[in-house]
């Protein structure tokens, strides 16, 4: 057949594994009555779901995309949790208008793990409605001169309704005429609510968002106002309005902040308009569209989508500006003698989420109300107060055009909640804080990927599984990484570092060796070679940061400088092997992992220098100088093992303070408290690809490395997990709550014994270690999707000390677990490549 270029293929064989599948979907057994059970057509999936926190979550949301689950969009999907339907919801999450997957929501006890199994099926069973968004004005009567127009607008020609009857409508752009109290919209604007509170938001120039207390859990907004604005203002059976929002922003609106420090609402503007997107039995959304806003920096348009999900007080909000804004600034009423409170953002990392909150008898029912803004601390410039709110300046993240703001809001009213004391409060906002920072553990196995999968693995099925895992990142991702591109993973332009110009690009050029295929070959010139100029100067680097993470790169560098020959590549390479000239040490030689982390050692750093640095030597110097770099490098493995090493397990902690001053050190020792797995695949990654260079007749080097080869695979052998043959995120707590089964670092780890037997580094006797390894990265983390594209799962996204990392067994369960992350995608690949040679030799 002939070979196809990647960008078009992903293996045929896959594809037509995944049409065999669906059809199997297709052709299942059809139902002979209208039972729920005998609806169902074929299971499409099983997720085990895991409760990370040392807390009940209840009505714990769980959101399973369509890509992800092997089907087509908008497929009938039911989803079993023992032998009861769970009710579920198709929504658009990515908010392009288009359903994307399924929600629905479980109670999970304290480290709980529940099994559910996602069936095609002709039929649901009936369900709850928890959520609701409401949507209404009058028709009928006729719109007069205002009889009290606002004090601003007093010559604006602002009018009122009088007389007619409300009628539900889907979406609304009020008059130029309109304003507050002009009798038209029910309650002022549009109004969501779960089964624990409503929200209204002003669609006027208040822009301000406002809180019906809820006393039941049955939607209730669709007969809110019905007649006029006073009924809501006292108590109902249903509730009542809680807040005076004034000309504040409320329970949590949003404004911008102009350069003299000052509020801007979104009051000016050509027009505004409300939309029901979403009214279903469980989650439930409304957009906001300000055309035409005209700030103190430009007019710009404006969306904003905020929505409810069931069992939750909170309102997740989501601006999308289509001109760059250096802020958007969400906020909290500041009422007198209420309790401001903030999370500690130094203690936790840029992904963890912190928050806002005020508390006090701030209802106006005279009872405690507690209110509270949640975001992401990685996206604040400053949490501030005026007059009249507290506040936190957000910064829009994404490209130019498309710039979004992420936040939520929640309003806890003592009435409803139960919650009677600022302590009771705080507690309350902590335990959320932390599960939207640390979501439930999913295990998704599909059945379109487990039909593709073979009983046992083989050269030929190693090989299709990492093209297609390869093919599928470049038709998504990979060469968008170019300098001027998008690192879309960071929302930024990306830089030269070790991920995305370094370990991907040179994971790609080695299978394009493997496969002879250009395409692959070629990302090292169109991703890290678009980095150099024509006078050798190296884009997005500088020298003076001394940041390790900046080395590896430089592998792909000698790589294009030996096919081209050309010297811009070489300047380059010498600009980095200069770096590593000036790089600050510790006391005994190791490099700091950067500048700025004074005196410190971090296990990743080994990978990120050390095989360059060899490689360098290798290729760039000769006699003395070259025995002395070898030297270097060996010693550098050498102090790694010697302060980092635990002399009981074998394995290896995180990072190591000379100095014994980081909050994350152990003042003894200076070593960081806990075994990362992705750090010690760096090492050992490190360790066999150093040794490709250091020569044999430096046999007592050699001998130094070979030994850490050795003492490694001891000690991840017996960390392997036995079930699955995968690796632990925090290796040697496997049953702590929270912990997971980790990809990236399965993958290096497979890479590692694969090539360490291909080398003979290893005896043949770790060959069933490899095979396990590389079955669980298969069985595990890998998912086939409907189009033929494939995914890698369940990747830690980052891992750092310092900076609010404090190195603790909370921290590493506390960072994003994400898919298809360059770092895990390169050690995916790699790994293939290694199983393939290690097979091929098996077979001969």
């Known amino acids: 057949m002939k070979h196809l270029p990647s960008r078009h293929l992903i293996h045929t064989s896959l594809i037509t594994f995944a049409a065999l599948s669906v059809t199997a979907c297709q052709q299942a057994e059809q139902p002979q009555h209208h039972s729920i059970k005998e609806a169902q057509t074929g299971s499409v999936a099983t997720v085990d779901i895991a409760n990370p926190s040392p807390f009940n979550r ?80 009058k028709v009928g009567g006729e719109w007069v001169p205002h009889t009290r127009p606002p004090k601003h607008q007093q010559n604006a020609g602002m009018k009122e309704y009088v007389g007619g009857l409300f009628k539900n409508v889907q979406s609304i752009t009020p008059p130029e005429y309109y304003t507050d109290h002009s009798n038209w919209i029910r309650y002022e604007g549009p109004g969501i609510e779960s089964d624990k509170v409503g929200y209204r938001i002003y669609l006027d120039w208040r822009n301000g968002f406002d809180i019906f207390g ?51 609402h979104v009051s000016k503007v050509d027009t505004r308009t409300a939309s029901i997107t979403a009214n279903g ?57 209420t309790t401001f409170l903030k999370a500690d953002l130094q203690s936790m990392s840029n992904y963890g989420y912190g928050y806002i909150a005020s508390w006090g008898k701030q209802s106006l029912d005279g009872k405690a109300l507690g209110m509270v803004v949640f975001f992401k601390k990685g996206d604040v410039k400053t ?15 994404g490209q130019q055009g498309s710039q979004q703001v992420h936040y939520y809001f929640a309003s806890l009213w003592q009435a409803q909640s139960g919650i009677n004391t600022v302590e009771q409060f705080e507690h309350y906002i902590k335990q959320q804080a932390q599960k939207l920072t640390i979501k439930p553990r999913i295990q998704l196995k599909t059945s379109l990927t487990q039909n593709a999968m073979q009983a046992s693995i083989s050269a030929e099925s190693a090989l299709k599984w990492t093209q297609a895992f390869a093919d599928s990142e470049l038709a998504r991702k990979t060469l968008g990484y170019h300098y001027n591109g ?42 890290p070679g678009s980095f150099i100029s024509e006078d050798g100067l190296i884009s997005a680097y500088k020298q003076s940061n001394f940041n390790i993470d900046n080395i590896p790169p430089g592998r792909n560098l000698i790589t294009l400088y030996q ?25 005994t030689g190791a490099f700091w992992h950067k500048k700025k982390y004074q005196g410190q050692v971090w296990l990743d750093g080994v990978y990120m220098g050390m095989p360059f640095l060899a ?16 030297a270097e490098v060996v010693n550098e493995f050498n102090l790694t093992r010697e302060f980092l090493k635990d002399t009981q397990t074998g394995l290896y902690y995180h990072g190591w303070d000379e100095l014994k001053q980081q909050a994350w050190a152990n003042k003894s020792t200076g070593l960081s408290h806990e075994v990362w797995a992705r750090g010690m695949g760096w090492l050992a990654m490190a360790v066999v690809d150093v040794l490709d260079y250091i020569p044999e007749q430096n046999s007592q080097q050699r001998k130094h490395l070979l030994t850490m080869v050795q003492e490694i695979a001891d000690s991840l052998e017996k960390t392997q997990d036995p079930a699955t043959g995968t690796w632990w995120q925090v290796m040697d707590k496997p049953n702590a709550i929270g912990n997971y089964r980790e990809s990236s670092a399965t993958a290096m780890f497979t890479y590692f014994y694969a090539k360490a037997i291909n080398k003979g580094y290893l005896s043949t006797d770790y060959l069933a270690t490899a095979y396990k390894a590389y079955q669980g990265l298969l069985n595990e983390f890998t998912l086939l999707h409907q189009d033929g594209t494939v995914s890698m799962t369940n990747q830690c996204y980052v891992a750092g000390l310092g900076f609010g990392r404090d190195g603790s067994y909370d921290y590493y369960m506390s960072e994003p677990v994400v898919a298809n992350d360059p770092k895990g995608n390169a050690a995916y690949i790699l790994a293939g490549t290694e199983m393939v040679k290690l097979l091929r030799q098996k077979s001969k």
């Open 58 to 137: 209840e009505d714990e949301a769980i959101y399973l995309s369509y890509y992800d689950l092997g089907v087509a969009p908008n497929t009938t999907l039911a989803v079993n949790i023992g032998d009861n339907q769970v009710a579920n919801q198709a929504i658009d999450k990515d908010l392009d208008g288009k359903n994307d997957g399924i929600l629905f929501v479980t109670d999970l006890s304290k480290g709980e793990n529940i099994h559910a199994e996602i069936i095609s099926t002709t039929r649901l069973a009936p369900s709850k409605k928890r959520v609701q968004a409401d949507l209404a004005h």
């Open 214 to 264: 809820k006393l039941t859990p049955e939607p209730v907004l669709h007969n809110v106002g019905l007649d006029g604005y006073k009924s809501y203002h006292s108590l109902q059976d249903w509730g009542m309005d809680l807040l005076k929002v004034g000309g504040s922003l409320g329970a949590g609106g949003f404004a911008y902040t102009n350069e003299k420090g000052k509020l801007e």
């Open 281 to 337: 039995d469980l989650f439930a959304q409304i957009q906001l569209d300000y055309h035409g806003w005209q700030n103190s920096v430009q007019q710009q348009d404006l969306s904003a989508f905020i929505s409810m999900q069931a069992g939750s007080p909170l309102a997740e909000v989501t601006l999308k500006l289509d001109k760059p804004l250096d802020n958007i600034t969400a906020g909290l009423v500041k009422h007198p003698d």
């Open 383 to 397: 949490v501030r107060q005026d007059d009249k709110n507290y506040l936190v300046e957000l910064t829009p993240k």
């Open 486 to 527: 998008w690192d879309v993973n960071r929302k930024r332009s990306p830089k030269f570092e070790y991920d995305i110009i370094g370990i991907q690009p040179y994971a790609y050029y080695t299978l394009g060796e493997l496969t002879d295929n250009a395409e692959y070959k070629q990302v090292i010139e169109k991703v």
């Open 563 to 587: 096919q081209t020959n050309e010297q811009k590549y070489l300047k380059a390479i010498h600009a980095l092997r200069e770096q590593l000239h000036k790089h600050p040490r510790t006391s």
């Open 615 to 630: 490689e360098y030597a290798a290729l760039f110097e000769s006699g003395h100088q070259q025995q002395e770099t070898f």
